[in-house]
């Protein structure tokens, strides 16, 4: 580099604050970026999506203020199909007891979003928390993880299930702690591959280099960067978690009845499927919607977030 | 590992590197790699010291492991007097603060989720140096020191600006401790040419500003000739040259040197290249490397005693070090 070029790039560095008309420019002219069509019908799906998980969020969270007759109950005569009837509360039909199919339905909200969003959420504490730390720490704390996370993968889901269900009473609380178990590994292994290819980057190097205790840079700089993606897959466990107690009750060892859950409803219309396949088909298609609509959520949610790190 | 010379060290330095091992585990075989075998350099106080040499010969790690991240596998590293690699954590993190460092990647060397402020405050939060507006005035006064606008940049993310800019909040941050030592790891080879410039410029405004010691890591002798007082040249972990920067580019007494300087393109288009000096081959490998001289496969001047007997750093000309049997004419 000959000295006259060093000094003309002397002068350019004077001038070389960043600009902020320049950056907000680049801004607006993205704005008006008209939005493509497949991106408008996708956002379309997303909306339609959340709206159906709002809706069983806030029947499941105000049963008891709807009116809805009680779902223990026979209100009617047993297997009317839905749309039938437009009584109270026999919209949707009645089970092989002749009992509210929407009461039911409602009701078995309740335990299936409190089973999907309990076992996400303890998923991604506690496999977050130890991810993060095998995948900073590494060495012996890894591998004891890492040992009891593959233990965990490798027993058949149904037999550990069906194993703690038969010695443990069912009840909400067993079933939780079953599925629990049954996502903790995933999450684990998600947070542990963030983390350790996190760890491996110049800016962790550097709050190292300026006397950053491990902790912090775990909770600061790891963490923050990493919890994304495990939160992007939170849609996807619950619903994976609906279906997971679904399995259970049609096995009958779900909730023992009269506790409505959607995956009982199905479990008690299977004998009369040919005589009136309206009992298994209400239950079944709320299932449907709402791990599609889970599943939409978690996709989109996905996108947008690979777009930002992209970027 | 033996030592290979020490004609080139001095008794006043400030940073003070013997004999320094680093090995990297290859695999479950149990085989080693030496990323650094056995190298000594030191840097007086205000000194900037060049590290060359191509790319996997070393010096990224050499200067690591005078941060100990991570420690060497032997060797000493001492600094004003204390030696660092036998310090137990907890004092290795109260000398810390007085080595920074800046890395190659601009934009990976800064976290992503952090807004400009926080990354340039947080070396002060990690020490809880004094009180929020102490340390706000600090942050602004260091991004105004690297010619940025604080009041712009402190509430952007790093990816709002350009990889100079990213350099700039990284040498930002670096300043904010007040350290002593700045180990600068290629910090302006993911730049373009003209920002190299203005960077490489802001670094030697800072030097004198701040009083700092450097030890300036390239692969590149044209970009460490203007900003290095010595130079000492690296291949396959271990140091073959040692020189004040002019002396060095004028008259190169290794012939790895030489083939460095050679390869620096010359703007004439008249300029006709000089083949038969030139170096061939790939750098060997350092899980297995050359017995004797490490160059001697590639050394156009290599002969019999150079795969037995492993040359000695000696001073063939006042402050100028060479590790070679068959060195350079001086004029």
């Known amino acids: ?311 | 590992m033996s030592s290979s010379g020490a004609s080139h060290l001095r008794n006043d330095a400030l940073v003070s590197v013997r004999d320094v091992v680093v090995e990297f585990p290859v695999g479950r075989s149990g085989a080693k790699v030496h990323a650094v075998s056995g190298v000594s350099l030191d840097i007086r106080k205000g000194e900037t010291l060049g590290l060359v040499g191509e790319s996997g010969c070393g010096k990224s790690t050499l200067g690591r492991a005078i941060l100990q991240l991570p420690r060497p596998t032997n060797g000493s590293v001492t600094f004003d007097g204390t030696e660092l690699t036998s310090l137990s954590d907890r004092d290795l993190r109260l000398q810390r603060r007085r080595i920074q460092m800046i890395f190659q990647d601009p934009i990976s060397s800064l976290n992503p989720r952090q807004r400009v402020g926080q990354i340039v405050s947080d070396p002060l939060d990690v020490w809880k140096e004094g009180t929020p507006e102490e340390r706000r005035a600090r942050v602004v006064e260091v991004l105004e020191a690297v010619g940025l606008d604080p009041e712009t940049a402190m509430e952007r993310r790093p990816h709002e600006f350009s990889g100079g800019q990213c350099q700039r909040i990284s040498i930002a941050r670096c300043l904010i401790l007040g350290p002593e030592v700045i180990i600068c790891d290629e910090p302006v080879s993911a730049l373009d040419v003209s920002v190299q410039a203005q960077i490489l410029n802001l670094l030697e405004e800072m030097k004198e500003r701040f009083n700092l010691t450097m030890l300036f890591i390239a692969h590149d002798l044209a970009v460490v000739r203007n900003i290095s007082d010595r130079i000492a040249v690296m291949y396959l972990g271990k140091i073959c040259e040692v020189a004040p920067s002019s002396v060095l580019h004028e008259s190169p007494l290794h012939p790895y040197t030489d083939g460095l300087l050679r390869a620096i393109p010359v703007p004439d288009p008249m300029h006709v290249a000089d083949d038969d000096a030139e170096m061939t081959g790939e750098l060997p490998s350092p899980l297995s490397p050359p017995s004797g001289c490490r160059f001697r496969t590639r050394c156009p001047r290599a002969q019999e005693r150079c795969a037995t007997e492993e040359p000695l750093m000696r001073e063939l000309a006042p402050d100028h070090h060479v590790a070679c049997h068959f060195p350079l004419e001086t004029e």
């Open chain 1, 1 to 311: 580099m000959t000295d006259d070029q060093t000094g003309v790039d002397a002068e350019l560095a004077r001038d070389s604050h960043i600009n902020p008309d320049s950056l907000f420019a680049a801004e607006t002219a993205a704005e008006l970026s008209p939005v493509p069509a497949k991106r408008r019908r996708r956002n379309l799906f997303f909306w339609a999506a959340v709206v159906w998980v709002a809706v069983i969020f806030l029947a499941a969270l105000f049963a008891d203020l709807l009116p809805l007759p009680p779902y223990a109950e026979a209100i009617g005569p047993p297997r009317v199909g839905p749309f039938q009837q437009f009584g109270h509360g026999m919209i949707l039909g009645t089970d092989p007891f002749g009992r509210s199919n929407l009461s039911r339905v409602v009701y078995g909200a309740r335990v299936s979003m409190i089973i999907g969003v309990v076992a996400a959420a303890v998923g991604l504490l506690v496999g977050g928390a130890v991810g993060l730390l095998s995948g900073y720490l590494k060495g012996w704390t890894d591998r004891t993880s890492s040992f009891v996370v593959d233990t965990l993968l490798a027993f058949p889901p149904l037999v550990m299930l069906l194993t703690i269900t038969a010695v443990l009473q069912p009840k909400v609380s067993t079933i939780l702690i079953g599925l629990s178990i049954l996502v903790i590994p995933t999450f684990v292994r998600l947070e542990r591959a963030a983390a350790m290819s996190w760890s491996e980057r110049p800016f962790v190097l550097a709050a190292r280099s300026y006397g950053t205790k491990d902790f912090r840079i775990a909770v600061r700089h790891i963490l923050p960067n990493s919890v994304l993606t495990l939160i992007t897959y939170v849609p996807t466990v619950i619903s994976a978690m609906i279906v997971a107690e679904g399995s259970l009750s049609f096995l009958g060892l779900g909730l023992p009845s009269p506790t409505p859950s959607w995956g009982g409803m199905i479990a008690e219309g299977k004998s009369s499927l040919r005589l009136a396949p309206s009992v298994v088909f209400v239950p079944a298609a709320v299932v449907f919607l709402t791990v599609l609509s889970f599943n939409l959520i978690g996709e989109y949610v996905r996108a947008r977030f690979d777009k930002r790190t992209k970027r």
